[in-house]
């Protein structure tokens, strides 16, 4: 999926932030040409970290948060991690 890929990252982190931004304004940021940032999205999407929807000729993207829960979820599983949060009993006295 290539979370090492520096670019990539930075794409991410700018979505996070952002919420949801359309390549141009997301090409503009990261001082990029719109067809590089638009092969990263591509890469992005076919791992299925983020979803992009059409509005006219402007295509807006944003992380798919459910899709990288359920992926984050299966990855525990094949880990063998197991739900950390502990719940406290307070000691009434």
Same mark, same amino acid.
């Given at each position: 999926?290539?979370?090492?890929?520096?670019?990539?990252?930075?794409?991410?982190?700018?979505?996070?932030?952002?919420?949801?931004?359309?390549?141009?304004?997301?090409?503009?940021?990261?001082?990029?040409? =719109?067809?590089?940032?638009?092969?990263?999205?591509?890469?992005?999407?076919?791992?299925?970290?983020?979803?992009?929807?059409?509005?006219?000729? =402007?295509?807006?993207?944003?992380?798919?948060?459910?899709?990288?829960?359920?992926?984050?979820?299966?990855?525990?599983?094949?880990?063998?991690?197991?739900?950390?949060?502990?719940?406290?009993?307070?000691?009434?006295?």
């Amino acid at each position: 999926m290539g979370f090492a890929n520096p670019t990539r990252l930075r794409i991410l982190e700018r979505l996070g932030k952002a919420g949801e931004e359309n390549v141009n304004d997301l090409a503009a940021h990261l001082h990029m040409s =719109q067809p590089r940032i638009s092969w990263h999205l591509r890469m992005l999407r076919v791992g299925g970290v983020i979803r992009t929807r059409r509005e006219g000729r =402007q295509v807006y993207c944003s992380l798919d948060l459910e899709n990288i829960a359920r992926e984050r979820a299966r990855l525990d599983h094949m880990l063998g991690i197991k739900d950390r949060v502990k719940v406290r009993e307070e000691v009434r006295a």
